[in-house]
């Protein structure tokens, strides 16, 4: 079965620098999450689209800003990019309805290192 | 406000012993979900279950299997007879109900290590 797609897996970048992450959401699936995992920590939940539209936000900085695309794709762009950012970056899709509704599934993560 | 506590930072276990780890959650909402995820050493997120706060039904799944408790707010693991390939980062979520956008709020995690 199709899973949730991200790319890159690995980006290196320096300071200041801008990033884009992708992500390609399961067949089907309306909705998808943007979490931020650092070095030990539990995933934080960054923002979400539900049918290509922004449908809540948490804690992300000013300097991320994300979309869903028609194909219903969606980027993570970062700007400015700061040591702190350095983390796993995931991405997950799921149904707003029927049986399997609310199942977010994972992608394998983006891991961002920032110099 | 929503919290995931799991109390047990590392658990250590040798092969074949069987090993409960610890979720307690805490929520306003009537209407919630409760999830298991694993994450290997590679660094994915698995899902393993969903359960809803209607269904207080335990579940069994293989060598998994998990305990609802609404009356304490917990919904705990056990994985009966370990093997190396569970160990693992494992985190409980609570999401929330989805016309308030559906996110998951994670513990900490419990990091689970099977020893041969």
């Known amino acids: 079965a199709a899973g949730v797609i991200q790319s890159p897996r690995h980006l290196i970048k320096e300071k200041r620098e801008t990033a884009t992450l992708k992500c390609y959401p399961i067949?089907?699936?309306?909705?998808v999450y943007w979490y931020q995992q650092g070095p030990g920590q539990d995933p934080q939940f960054l923002i979400s689209?539900?049918?290509?539209?922004?449908?809540d936000k948490g804690s992300i900085p000013d300097r991320f800003s994300a979309q869903q695309f028609s194909d219903y794709h969606s980027e993570l762009n970062m700007s400015s990019l700061e040591l702190g950012d350095s983390a796993l970056y995931f991405c997950?899709?799921?149904?707003?309805?029927?049986?399997?509704?609310?199942?977010?599934?994972f992608g394998a993560g983006t891991r961002l290192s920032v110099l | 406000a929503q919290k995931v506590t799991q109390a047990q930072t590392e658990i250590s276990v040798v092969e074949k012993e069987d090993v409960t780890l610890d979720c307690v959650y805490e929520?306003?909402?009537?209407?919630?979900?409760l999830f298991w995820y694993k994450q290997p050493p590679s660094g994915e997120l698995v899902f393993l279950i969903r359960?809803?706060?209607?269904?207080?039904q335990n579940e069994i799944s293989g060598r998994y299997s998990w305990n609802f408790q609404k009356s304490t707010s917990s919904f705990n693991f056990t994985i009966t007879a370990s093997q190396v390939v569970d160990s693992a980062v494992y985190f409980c979520?609570?999401?929330?109900?989805?016309?308030?956008?559906?996110?998951?709020?994670f513990g900490q995690g419990t990091e689970l290590s099977v020893k041969p």
């Open positions: 929520t306003r909402d009537t209407t919630y979900y």
């Open positions: 997950a899709s799921s149904l707003a309805t029927g049986t399997a509704k609310n199942i977010q599934y």
């Open positions: 359960r809803n706060s209607f269904d207080e």
């Open positions: 689209f539900y049918e290509k539209m922004q449908s």
């Open positions: 067949p089907r699936h309306d909705t």
């Open positions: 979520a609570l999401s929330e109900p989805y016309n308030q956008g559906g996110k998951l709020i």
